[in-house]
C-alpha cells in the first residue's frame, strides 16, 4: 500500500470514529489534571507534616531549665488569708506554710522549724519538702523520686500566686519537664491542701509521667522531745506512739478501701486489716490534728513512720496514687540498663479532679483519738453521709446462714458440680423457733445463698427460689413466718465475684482486665506456701455491669415485696478495669457504688452491706464483718476502737461471726 492509500484509509476511519476519539481524549485530559490535583495536595500534605515536625521540635527544645541564680524574694512568713478562726500564712522563698488558731495562738507548720539542727537526718533536703513525687520514665521503664525542694525550688522553677482564701505554689521540675502545682485554702475550721492534678502538665520531650505524690508529709510532725501518737483507721483504728524505738521496723503503707484487686497477686500478701475510712490524724502534746481525704479517697494511701527512721521526726501524711502502671521486660539481653521492655500506664485515676485533703484542729481534752472520731461523725452528718438509722436504737442479734452450695460430685461417673443445700427454708424456721424460745427478740438474718443456683455460683439478676432448698411455697411460707415474728430477713446478694456463666453474664466477656489485657484472675491461696490454687480462680464483674445487675436484683425485690436488701462487694471492694474498650477508673468504680447503694436504699426498708467502707455507710442501716482489731504490724503499739466511735448509735454494727474466728474467746469479749 502506498501512502496516498495508506492516508485516505485513515482518513475514512476517523471521521466514522471521530467521537470515540474525541472521547479518549477527554478522558486523558481529565485523568492528567486529577493527577495534577493530587500531586498537588500531596505536596501540601507534606509540607503541613514538615512544618508540624518542625513545630514540634522547637517545642522539644521548649523544657524547663535550671536557674543558677534565682530571687524569690523576701524570706520569711507573710500572711495570706485569714476568717474567724484561723490565718494562713506562705514563705514564698521556700514554699512553707503556716497554719496559726487564733482562739489559742497555736501555730502549725509544713516543715518542722528545727529541721536544721536535725543530726539523724540522713538526706537533710528531703525536711524542706512540701511534696515527694514518683514518676515513671517511659524510656527506661523506672520510676523516679524527686520531692519539690531539691527538684524544684532549688533549681530556681517555683512561682505563686494568690488565689481566693489561699495561695498556689507552682513547682517546675527540669529533671522531668513537667509542672506540679500544690494550693492551699482557708477553711472556716482549718485549712484545705490540694494537688491541682488537672493543671499539672508536661512540656517539650517528656518522657515521665507522674505516678505518686506525697502531700505534706512533714505536716504537724512531732519531734524527739514530743508526747503524743500517730493515728491511723487500720481495721478499727491504730496508734504509734511518737518514738516509739521501732526505727528498725518497716513504716506502715496501706491504701485506702483496701487493695485494687484488678492489679493481680502471684502469692498471698501479708493478713492485714483494711483501711476502710480515709482519714489519718497525730497528737502532739496538748494538741492535735485530724485530716479527711475529701476528694481521690479510692486512690490514695496512708503512711506513717516513727523518728530516728532517716530523721528526728514522726510523720503521719496521705499519697495519691495518679496513675497505676505495669512493666513488661523483654528476654534478657544481659544490659539491665538498656534492655527493651513494655510499659502499660493508666489513665489520672482522679479523672480530671483535684486531690484534696481537709485538715482540722482539736485542742485539750478534745485533742486525741476519741476527739478526732467525734470530729469526722460530726463532719458525715454535716456533708450528707451519715444518718441515723432505726436499728441503731435496739440491741440485735444478727445471723449468717448459707443455704446451698456447689460441691463437687461425682454424677453418672463424671465429677461435677452439684448445687447442695446446707441451711432449707424450712430450717431457718426452725432456727427463729429455737432463738425464740431462749428468749432472743431482735433477730436479724442475713440468708447467703438462698437464691437460685446457690453461693459462688451465677449472679442473682432476680427474686427466685433454690429448688433444693424447697419450693416455691416453702420460701413464701418462710418470708411470711419471719415477718410474723418480726424478724428482719436480707437476702444476700454479690454482684461483683462473677463465679459461674449464666444468667446473662460470661467470664470472657463481662469480667474486668488487668494491663496487657490479661484477665484479672481471683485466687484462694495455699495456706502453706501462699502461692495461688489456680482451680479456685474467678473473675469480677465489670463495674458498670456490677452496678446495673445491683439495679436489677433491687427491682426485683421491690417486686417480690421483700423489704430488706444485703450486698455483698460493693461495701468492701473498689476496682478498676484496665480493658481497651471498657476502661475505669477505682474514681468511676466509686461513682458506680455510690449510684447503686443510694438507689437501693431509696427502694429498701433496711439496707445492708459488708466491711463497711465510709462511701457505704452513707446508706447503710446495718453493717457487718467491720474489723473490731487491727493489722498488728510491727510499727504499730495498739489498736483503738475508732471506727466503733465514729458509727455506733447511727448504724447497727456487727463484727465478724464469732464461731468463725481463730479465737472465739477473745472475739466473744
Keep these: ?97 503556716r497554719i496559726t488558731e487564733k482562739a489559742t495562738g497555736k501555730e502549725w507548720f509544713s516543715n518542722p522549724q528545727d529541721r536544721e539542727q536535725d543530726e539523724l537526718a540522713t538526706v537533710k533536703n528531703k525536711l524542706h519538702a512540701q511534696f515527694f513525687m514518683k514518676c515513671l520514665n517511659l524510656d527506661k521503664g523506672v520510676a523516679v523520686e524527686f520531692d519539690n525542694y531539691s527538684g524544684s525550688i532549688t533549681k530556681g522553677n517555683m512561682k505563686h500566686e494568690k488565689v481566693e482564701n489561699g495561695v498556689k505554689f507552682i513547682f517546675g521540675f527540669p529533671t522531668a519537664n513537667i509542672y506540679v502545682p500544690v494550693q492551699y485554702t482557708l477553711t472556716e475550721d482549718g485549712f484545705q491542701a490540694e494537688i491541682v492534678t488537672s493543671e499539672i502538665k508536661g512540656v517539650g520531650a517528656n518522657p515521665f509521667l507522674v505516678e505518686t505524690v506525697s502531700l505534706l508529709p512533714f505536716f504537724g510532725a512531732g519531734g524527739l522531745e514530743d508526747e503524743g501518737y500517730l493515728f491511723m483507721p487500720d481495721g478499727s483504728g491504730a496508734l504509734i506512739d511518737f518514738n516509739n524505738g521501732k526505727q528498725n521496723m518497716q513504716s506502715y503503707l496501706a491504701p485506702v478501701y483496701g487493695r485494687n484487686k484488678t492489679m493481680p497477686l502471684d502469692k498471698a500478701e501479708t493478713v492485714r ?24 479517697e479510692s486512690c490514695s494511701n496512708i503512711s506513717a513512720t516513727t523518728s530516728r527512721k532517716g530523721n528526728s521526726y514522726n510523720q503521719i501524711y496521705a499519697t495519691a496514687v495518679l496513675r ?37 484542729f482539736l485542742n485539750g481534752e478534745d485533742a486525741n483519738y476519741t476527739g478526732m472520731a467525734n470530729l469526722y461523725r460530726e463532719y458525715l452528718k454535716d456533708n450528707g453521709k451519715l444518718s441515723e438509722s432505726p436499728l441503731a436504737d435496739k440491741k440485735y442479734m444478727v445471723v449468717d446462714l448459707v443455704g446451698a452450695v456447689s460441691i463437687k460430685k461425682y454424677v453418672m461417673g463424671i465429677m461435677r458440680p452439684v448445687v447442695t443445700p446446707l441451711t432449707t427454708y424450712n430450717e431457718v424456721c426452725d432456727i427463729v423457733k429455737t432463738l425464740k424460745a431462749e428468749g432472743v427478740e431482735n433477730i436479724v438474718i442475713n440468708y447467703v445463698g438462698a437464691l437460685n443456683s446457690g453461693l459462688n455460683n451465677k449472679l442473682y439478676t432476680s427474686v427466685k427460689n433454690e429448688s433444693v432448698l424447697g419450693s416455691k411455697k416453702e420460701f413464701n411460707n418462710m418470708v411470711n413466718y419471719l415477718q410474723e415474728q418480726g424478724v428482719l430477713l436480707f437476702l444476700e446478694s454479690d454482684p461483683v465475684n462473677l463465679y459461674e456463666n449464666g444468667n446473662g453474664y460470661k467470664e470472657n466477656q463481662d469480667s474486668v482486665k488487668a494491663f496487657f489485657n490479661k484477665y484479672a484472675f481471683q485466687y484462694q491461696y495455699k495456706l502453706d506456701l501462699g502461692t495461688v490454687e489456680s482451680a479456685t480462680r474467678w473473675h469480677l464483674l465489670r463495674p458498670a455491669l456490677a452496678s446495673e445487675l445491683a439495679g436489677k436484683y433491687t427491682e426485683s425485690i421491690q417486686a417480690s415485696g421483700l423489704k430488706n436488701i444485703s450486698f455483698a462487694g460493693l461495701g468492701n471492694t473498689v476496682y478498676s478495669d484496665y480493658s481497651e474498650d471498657n476502661y475505669i477508673s477505682r474514681t468511676g468504680t466509686l461513682k458506680l457504688w455510690n449510684d447503686a447503694l443510694k438507689t437501693a436504699k431509696e427502694a429498701s426498708e433496711y439496707l445492708m452491706v459488708h466491711g463497711g467502707h465510709a462511701y457505704a455507710n452513707a446508706y447503710a442501716d446495718v453493717v457487718t464483718d467491720i474489723s473490731d482489731v487491727y493489722s498488728n504490724f510491727d510499727m504499730q503499739d495498739r489498736s483503738v476502737p475508732f471506727y466503733q466511735i465514729v458509727f455506733q448509735g447511727d448504724i447497727l454494727l456487727t463484727a465478724n461471726g464469732i464461731n468463725t474466728t481463730v479465737d472465739y474467746e477473745q472475739a466473744f469479749l
Aim: charged residues 25%.
Design 324 to 360: 497505676e502502671y505495669s512493666l513488661k521486660k523483654s528476654a534478657s539481653t544481659g544490659d539491665a540498663l538498656n534492655s527493651s521492655h513494655t510499659v502499660e500506664y493508666s489513665e489520672d485515676l482522679m479523672d480530671g479532679a483535684n486531690y484534696c485533703v481537709r485538715y482540722f
Design 273 to 296: 486489716e483494711d483501711i476502710h475510712l480515709p482519714v489519718f490524724g497525730a497528737k502532739v502534746n496538748d494538741n492535735a490534728f485530724f485530716a479527711v481525704i475529701t476528694a481521690g
Design 1 to 97: 500500500m502506498n501512502i496516498k492509500d495508506f492516508w485516505w484509509k485513515w482518513k475514512r476511519k476517523f471521521h466514522r470514529n471521530k467521537d470515540t476519539i474525541a472521547k479518549v481524549i477527554n478522558t486523558i485530559l481529565v485523568v492528567g489534571f486529577v493527577a495534577i490535583l493530587i500531586i498537588s495536595a500531596s505536596n501540601i500534605i507534606e509540607s503541613d507534616k514538615r512544618r508540624e515536625e518542625i513545630a514540634n521540635q522547637e517545642k522539644d527544645k521548649t523544657t524547663i531549665k535550671a536557674v543558677k541564680k534565682y530571687d524569690y524574694g523576701e524570706a520569711g512568713f507573710q500572711q495570706v488569708a485569714e476568717n474567724t478562726n484561723m490565718i494562713l500564712s506562705a514563705d514564698y522563698t521556700t514554699g512553707e506554710i
